[in-house]
């Protein structure tokens, strides 16, 4: 069964590094969403991505947040310099081309910023 | 704009009872979405079940179904017959009927089921 791949699953970095998660989403998807969830709260819409564009983000995806889909199959969220507060778990997910609103979800990257 | 409304935090049951989960939400769209999402430990999340806003009929999957109250806003998911692979975290979630919009989730009820 076709499923969304997330690499890595856990990332340590420093505060200010540079971190790339990326996203393998399900091939005939069309829609493409990243969320985040830090410890015990509830799960945040970062960005929607649709025809190789921002659809649309949240107040959360600030300049410091990017999104690319570099070769057609990746879906990558860049972190340009980390903070203490972008720990949390980042989720990728598709939707098909007709969107009827099931989202598959990857398994998560748990990002820890030290 | 949207937001979902999880009152309860946790849960407890015992295997094979039956159990309900409580959501609402608040919006001033007429065509929307309504799901719920289930995330077992460590697992991604997956569909539960999904509500047209436009059927009156209540969703069912299975051992799952939903109570929809449009006018109340409210959406609760009942789980019959639980069993232990139900333990997870559950999401109640509400997307506007759109060609790209994303889904709002609200902050999960943990349910644990109890041997």
């Known amino acids: 069964e076709p499923e969304v791949t997330q690499t890595p699953s856990h990332q340590v970095t420093q505060m200010g590094q540079e971190v790339i998660l990326r996203c393998v989403p399900i091939?005939?998807?069309?829609?493409f969403y990243w969320y985040r969830q830090i410890l015990g709260q509830k799960v945040e819409f970062l960005v929607s991505f649709y025809n190789n564009e921002i659809s649309e983000k949240s107040e959360i995806f600030d300049d410091q947040f990017s999104v690319e889909r570099p070769d057609g199959s990746n879906f990558t969220l860049k972190i340009r310099s980390t903070k203490l507060e972008d720990s949390a778990m980042y989720f990728c997910?598709?939707?098909?081309?007709?969107?009827?609103?099931?989202?598959?979800f990857g398994e998560g990257s748990r990002l820890t910023v030290l | 704009a949207q937001t979902v409304t999880q009152s309860q935090p946790e849960m407890s049951v015992q295997e094979a009872e039956t159990v309900t989960l409580s959501c609402t939400y608040d919006?001033?769209?007429?065509?929307?979405?309504l799901f719920w999402y289930k995330q077992p430990p460590s697992r991604q999340m997956i569909l539960v079940i999904r509500?047209?806003?436009?059927?009156?009929q209540n969703a069912t999957e299975n051992r799952f179904s939903v109570n929809f109250q449009k006018a109340a806003k409210s959406f609760s998911l009942k789980i019959s017959d639980s069993q232990l692979g139900d333990t997870a975290m559950y999401f109640c979630a509400f997307m506007k009927q759109g060609r790209d919009d994303k889904i709002i989730f609200g902050k999960g009820t943990r349910l644990h089921i109890l041997p």
């Open positions: 509500q047209e806003a436009y059927k009156q």
């Open positions: 919006t001033s769209e007429s065509n929307y979405y």
């Open positions: 997910a598709s939707s098909d081309p007709l969107n009827t609103g099931e989202l598959f």
């Open positions: 091939s005939n998807h069309l829609y």
